[in-house]
């Protein structure tokens, strides 16, 4: 089993700067792809971000510019630094991985709890 686990939400006044942790653990064999995702409330859950093993970056163009996402392979952790979060930010932050459990087996989506993220005008 793979758990992903958040850290580092929270409220933030706008023009500030946060950064988000994500570490994954338990029976992981590879990872492909580690992204960030985010749903406001009434609204779809969206990309954020998503960065491969390889170090393709994919950004969503709301954040193009204030965000940056990095991610240690060998730790198996991925980071969203956020720098000039506006109020329309705010949304509950999710992590995901996509993840070998062994290396004859399929990759599959895990994603984390979430984390909420508050962005004050």
């Known amino acids: 089993q793979v758990q992903l686990v958040e850290s580092g939400g929270g409220l933030v006044q706008a023009g500030g700067s946060l950064r988000l942790s994500c570490a994954a653990s338990?029976?992981?064999?590879?990872?492909?792809?580690m992204s960030w995702h985010r749903q406001a409330p009434g609204k779809q859950r969206e990309l954020v971000a998503t960065?491969?093993?390889?170090?393709?970056?994919i950004y969503g163009d709301s954040v193009k510019g204030r965000f940056t996402i990095s991610r240690d392979n060998a730790k198996n952790t991925v980071a969203l630094q956020m720098n000039s979060p506006q109020p329309e930010d705010t949304a509950v932050y999710y992590c995901?991985?996509?993840?070998?459990?062994?290396?004859?087996?399929?990759?599959?989506?895990?994603w984390g709890q979430g984390t909420q993220v508050t962005v004050s005008s």
């Open positions: 995901n991985a996509v993840v070998k459990v062994s290396p004859t087996s399929s990759y599959i989506a895990v």
């Open positions: 338990g029976s992981i064999s590879s990872i492909y792809a």
């Open positions: 960065i491969t093993t390889g170090g393709r970056l």
